[in-house]
């Protein structure tokens, strides 16, 4: 319980203890010095929440306060009456003046709560304030204003005794329209609520009883006072803030209390009758009448309210209705029809063809080179760059055609129908073309990319969605392997290479469940002392009935599905398991080995838990572990540089692979999240012009950024003494020495220097 929600249950509990105690004390200064007090703590009480909470606005505080004290004053008036037999006509007159002029202050400032917390004007609310204040002024005109026109009453008393309750009805009016705004409702809302309940009942009852015995009971003023402390309490509470906190949605607040202040409300009239005949009184029968048939009105308007509410609750669920179903079905960042219902209006597609005879093809767009515009220029440029691919495919196609974003920078559009293939290919042509156009983003400027487009067409009966978009996703492909920026359509050859892959991918699986892979390590050396620093691990494959199949045969099959993260997983735990059962003098010299994973593997998660879990289970140190990945992998994906940082954390080393084979730049060497650099072979070349000097810029930029340099390919003793001159630190190739089985290891290792 916060400070301020203390002491307004402090102040409401002493204030409702010192009204009972008013009941106690005897006629005269004390009782007046308690009522004036407890009047005061009402306004105190508004005045010091003001201060403490700072509601905003502040205004319908400040008139509550104004109104509690014009009350204080009509109190004062009222005890002054008592003691003072010559003026007290006019001092109660004076006091009646001050507590009228206090009901519309009240009015106003729980009015202005309401607007204040509302987001429009409720006329239901409004309504619903009117019904219930009908229903209060048939009661009090039954109770009061017709004994007060049956009696010999003065002028300004039937003044007083009419403004009571037209006060009491206008407060009520603005209480219900805050009841039903929207907004918070707390602690504060319901003391306030109470405090208005006990002023409403505490008239109503003193002016039936005053009009009839002319005198004003003691106990009834309790609940005056009751009113004042529950009005300094509410103010004081913390959440009297939220009574003036805008809403942030304007819904109706329609609760059960409201509803059965409305049916009681509306049974007022019959409820009259009904007791008259009962208590054989005179049957007032026009004054009923006119009051059942404002309420009657005001129920057919607030009906009226009702059915519109309803019927635009109606259109907005549909509208809602029809925003989730196309949101459902559409790509939001496109705005392209998305995956599940592009596939669903491919299979139509196929559907209307199979019916018709005609032909329906489908391409497969797959962007070049968004990744790096991405990671370059940022999400928001990769954004802005796929809204306005989708805008040029859209262009492309005509009506009845349809494109879809699968996601990433991947897109279909469903040609439907097209006259041949050709004819699809020629389409596919023209998108090439128009995607290979500069795009101008908003910010950065031009870019270039470019698309690979597959295309397949329903060759046969038995083609659905999935097996179209599985063949113009293998033409894409190909596309792709084939340079880029090409079209190729899906045919015999591709469905025969396709066939043969699945084999392929299938007796791979087979061959890491069977342990038909073997690891072969090639010696990494030290330039200038000779001696071996590592091994790297080589995966062959010992297929039965084709003996030893060399990587280059089944690595890349491997790397077009998530099968490659299970082969590189193989390699590790093996090449950590050997080099730990080699001990001895690899163990003196520290002998690390290196391990190749995949760009697709270094892209998601696993492949630090696979690392860590090669670790674990054989007890190798992580320093003496070295991953080796391509500079191309690091490119493609922000995610790889992210588990490379990981894996060096480990305490693993990071080599990059054939660097110089890829995009990367001698100006990015510093940002790589690596310990060596691996120059590839093609460097070596001395058929290219400048090689040496290129060697000597690239082993110098290394050098400059803390990366230890290793060449690859070494196969004459030249390329050795060259690579010595320039600074290179270590080497590997055939000139050293070939890859080896494990169990040859220990003896090369042993017996290793070269001159």
């Not at 196309?326 to 139509?348: I, K």
């Not at 290394?702 to 320039?726: K, S």
């Not at 000139?735 to 290793?752: K, N, Y």
Request: proline residues 3%.
């Amino acid at each position: 319980m916060t400070g301020g929600s203390r002491l307004s249950w402090a102040v409401l509990t002493v204030g409702l203890v010192a009204a009972g105690c008013y009941l106690l004390a005897p006629t005269g200064a004390l009782a007046d010095a308690v009522y004036a007090a407890l009047g005061l703590v009402g306004v105190l009480g508004v005045l010091g929440g003001v201060t403490l909470h700072r509601p905003a606005p502040a205004l319908p505080w400040w008139l509550m306060a104004l109104g509690l004290a014009l009350w204080v004053v009509g109190d004062t008036f009222y005890a002054y009456a008592e003691g003072t037999v010559h003026v007290a006509q006019d001092l109660a007159n004076g006091g009646d003046v001050s507590y009228l002029l206090g009901y519309p202050l009240f009015a106003v400032a729980i009015a202005q709560l309401a607007r204040a917390r509302g987001l429009r004007t409720d006329l239901a609310a409004t309504l619903d304030g009117m019904l219930l204040a009908c229903g209060l002024g048939l009661i009090c005109y039954e109770l009061l204003l017709r004994q007060a026109e049956a009696g010999s009453l003065s002028v300004w008393h039937q003044v007083v005794i009419f403004g009571y309750p037209l006060g009491d009805l206008v407060v009520l009016v603005a209480l219900v329209h805050l009841v039903a705004s929207p907004g918070g409702w707390g602690t504060s809302a319901r003391l306030l609520f109470g405090a208005v309940t006990l002023l409403i009942a505490a008239d109503l009852a003193n002016s039936v009883v005053e009009l009839r015995t002319g005198d004003s009971p003691r106990g009834l003023q309790v609940l005056w006072l009751a009113s004042y402390v529950l009005w300094g309490s509410a103010a004081l509470h913390p959440t009297m803030t939220r009574l003036t906190a805008p809403a942030e949605h304007a819904e109706e607040r329609f609760g059960r209390l409201r509803l059965v202040a409305l049916v009681l409300a509306v049974l007022v009239a019959p409820a009259t009758l009904a007791t008259q005949a009962a208590l054989h009184t005179r049957v007032d029968v026009w004054g009923v009448v006119i009051g059942a048939a404002l309420m009657f009105s005001l129920v057919v308007v607030r009906m009226y309210v009702a059915l519109n509410e309803v019927s635009r609750s109606e259109a907005a669920r549909t509208r809602l209705q029809l925003q989730l179903a196309h949101e459902a079905n559409h790509d939001f960042l496109t705005g392209l029809v998305n995956r599940p219902q592009g596939l669903r209006m491919v299979a139509n597609a196929l559907h209307r063809g199979r019916r018709s005879g005609a032909t329906v093809a489908l391409l497969f767009v797959d962007l070049d080179g968004f990744k790096r515009v991405n990671d370059v220029r940022g999400h928001a440029a990769g954004d802005e760059l796929l809204q306005l691919v989708a805008r040029r495919l859209e262009a492309q196609v005509r009506a009845g055609d349809v494109v879809a974003r699968l996601g990433g920078d991947e897109f279909i559009v469903l040609l439907d129908p097209v006259d041949d293939p050709p004819a699809a290919m020629r389409a596919a042509r023209r998108v090439v073309s128009d995607l290979a156009e500069p795009f101008e983003l908003t910010h950065g400027g031009p870019v270039t990319i470019g698309a690979s487009v597959g295309v397949a067409v329903n060759a046969g009966l038995g083609t659905d969605a999935d097996t179209l978009l599985h063949h113009a996703d293998l033409a894409a492909y190909r596309a792709k392997s084939s340079g880029k920026g090409r079209a190729d359509l899906y045919d015999l050859a591709l469905r025969k290479a396709a066939s043969e892959q699945a084999a392929l991918e299938g007796a791979i699986r087979q061959g890491i469940d069977n342990e038909e892979l073997r690891a072969f390590y090639q010696p990494i050396v030290g330039v200038q002392n000779g001696r071996v620093l590592g091994y790297e691990a080589l995966v062959r494959w010992e297929r039965p009935g084709h003996g030893i199949v060399s990587p280059a045969e089944f690595v890349a099959v491997a790397e077009q599905s998530d099968l490659i993260c299970d082969l590189d997983t193989w390699v590790l735990q093996r090449a950590c398991t050997d080099v730990v059962s080699w001990n001895g003098d690899l163990d003196r010299d520290q002998v690390y080995v290196s391990v190749n994973i995949s760009a697709r593997h270094l892209a998601r998660s696993r492949v630090t838990t696979d690392i860590e879990a090669a670790l674990a289970a054989t007890g190798l140190p992580a320093d003496r572990l070295v991953v080796e990945v391509t500079e191309t992998a690091l490119a493609d994906e922000l995610s790889s540089v992210q588990h490379l940082h990981r894996l060096r954390e480990l305490g693993v080393k990071i080599a990059i692979d054939d660097f110089g084979t890829g995009y990367s730049s001698l100006s990015r060497l510093q940002e790589m999240p690596a310990d060596l650099l691996k120059i590839d072979r093609s460097f070596l070349d001395d058929n290219r012009r400048g090689w040496r000097e290129v060697l000597r810029l690239t082993v110098g930029a290394a050098h400059a950024v803390g990366l230890r340099t290793i060449a690859e390919g070494v196969e004459h003793p030249e390329q050795l003494a060259t690579l010595r001159r320039l600074g290179c630190d270590a080497v590997q190739g055939y000139h050293l020495a070939r890859p080896m089985p494990a169990g040859a290891v220990p003896a090369f290792h042993r017996a290793s220097l070269i001159g």
